[in-house]
């Protein structure tokens, strides 16, 4: 028995030191690149490919209303005619002579088609900037997400490095109670399998932090040449967020005011409509008008000319129907938008409040006082109270509670940067 005494205190001296410092193999790195949930956003908002290509086609639509701010739309055309006239019967002039026309043509928009192409240009352009604001509203929400993620398996990627290190030297200490016949084939083989899971369960979470780490780099528009490490508490911050505590139905108003989706398409239906009355007003066609010069060998005329496309009335109805569906279609369109974000608000809602409710059985610090926790068993097997296997067990349960408590944080912490999105960000400045 007193043999068996000083055995675990030794296991339990190897253990604490083991456990006090970190094993250079899975912490270190040649390069780390840590930053914040703030820091990252903003280097998302600066380099994220799919965000600069969103912000390249605005260009598109500035170029558009400068063109449709140009006083005359098509350029002027000119007309030139020369011809040679031999005459049969004698005249003043002559036998013979040389005609010669120039005719300068502009084309004049009536019915106010400038101010309607105008209008519509200066709405696309408007829902092309709200579209810029709708790619950074999901460009936030998806690196909050992937950042949560990364803080919560750096966690657990501690905890389950601990865990290795505890079963590594209990197994080691095992092997030579073993040879000493004092533990059975059971016992042995236990500590081991307890070593391999402990193993297999810290791959698994190396694996999954490389490729979260892959796809948040992708997000950030960053290379592969470090690691990246999420800084920063994981705790949830409270009721500062004081948009998130209104009621469901002011945070579905609320989000009507805020949401870039919403308002992208409410600019591109004012855009359809001055497009509509565009079309409308091209009923009446365009006239082109100019000055004119003749001159043969007999006179020199100047005046005007006045081109009337024909028929005068009853144009462009193909263009004017496809104008009234696309603009009943995006009406449609905004119709569908409003519901949409009801249910997105109250499905975001409703798991907020779920797992605030889950996260609610755990008291404050209750990370910690697991960690804490660890001396029962610890104590127990100082005395000989409870053999290895009974310690590997109590260990193992202890980190199973600690890693659940993460998932249960990071459920809460997801829901909240879910909520804040589909509402706009209503009441709170995005980071």
Not at 61 to 78: G, H, S, T, V
Not at 136 to 163: A, D
Request: hydrophobic content about 35%; glycine content about 4%; proline content about 3%.
């Amino acid at each position: 028995m007193k043999s068996h005494i000083l055995f675990g205190i030794f296991t339990l001296v190897l253990y604490t030191a083991v456990v006090a410092t970190q094993n250079p193999a899975l912490s270190a790195t040649p390069l780390r690149h840590e930053l914040h949930l703030k820091e990252a956003i903003k280097t998302a908002l600066k380099q994220n490919p799919d965000l600069k290509s969103e912000i390249g086609k605005l260009q598109i639509e500035e170029n558009q209303l400068k063109q449709a701010k140009r006083f005359f739309r098509q350029n002027p055309e000119l007309s030139i005619e020369a011809d040679y006239r031999k005459r049969k019967l004698p005249s003043p002039s002559g036998d013979s002579g040389t005609d010669f026309e120039v005719r300068l043509f502009q084309e004049i928009e009536l019915s106010g088609q400038r101010s309607h192409r105008m209008g519509a240009a200066e709405k696309y352009l408007n829902a092309a900037r709200w579209r810029i604001s709708e790619t950074e509203r999901q460009l936030r929400l998806k690196v909050s997400r992937l950042f949560y993620e990364l803080q919560t398996l750096q966690e657990k990627t501690k905890i389950q490095s601990r865990r290795l290190m505890l079963h590594e030297s209990l197994f080691k200490a095992g092997q030579k109670r073993f040879q000493q016949e004092d533990i059975s084939v059971l016992e042995i083989d236990t500590l081991r399998f307890d070593r391999d899971q402990a193993q297999h369960d810290l791959s698994k979470l190396l694996e999954e932090k490389l490729n979260l780490e892959k796809s948040l780099r992708a997000l950030l528009g960053m290379g592969e040449e470090a690691e990246l490490v999420a800084t920063g508490t994981l705790l949830p911050e409270g009721n500062s967020k004081k948009g998130l505590s209104l009621p469901l139905q002011e945070l579905k108003t609320c989000a009507f005011e805020h949401r870039p989706d919403l308002k992208a398409l409410q600019a591109a239906l004012q855009g359809d409509d001055a497009s509509l009355q565009l079309e409308t007003s091209k009923k009446i066609p365009n006239l082109a008008f100019g000055p004119l010069f003749k001159s043969d060998n007999e006179d020199t005329v100047i005046g005007a000319s006045l081109m009337i496309p024909l028929p005068f009335f009853n144009r462009n109805l193909e263009a004017v129907t496809k104008a009234r569906v696309q603009f009943d279609l995006k009406k449609m369109a905004l119709d569908e938008k409003k519901r949409e974000i009801q249910r997105e608000v109250a499905t975001a809602y409703r798991v907020l409040q779920l797992a605030k409710n889950q996260f609610e059985r755990y008291n404050e610090g209750y990370l910690e006082h697991l960690k804490k926790r660890t001396t029962f068993p610890q104590k127990a097997y100082r005395a000989g109270e409870i053999s290895s296997f009974e310690f590997s067990v109590a260990q193992g349960r202890l980190t199973e509670a600690q890693i659940r408590y993460l998932d249960v944080l990071l459920a809460l912490l997801k829901a909240r940067a879910e909520l804040e999105a589909q509402t706009g960000y209503c009441g709170n400045r995005p980071h």
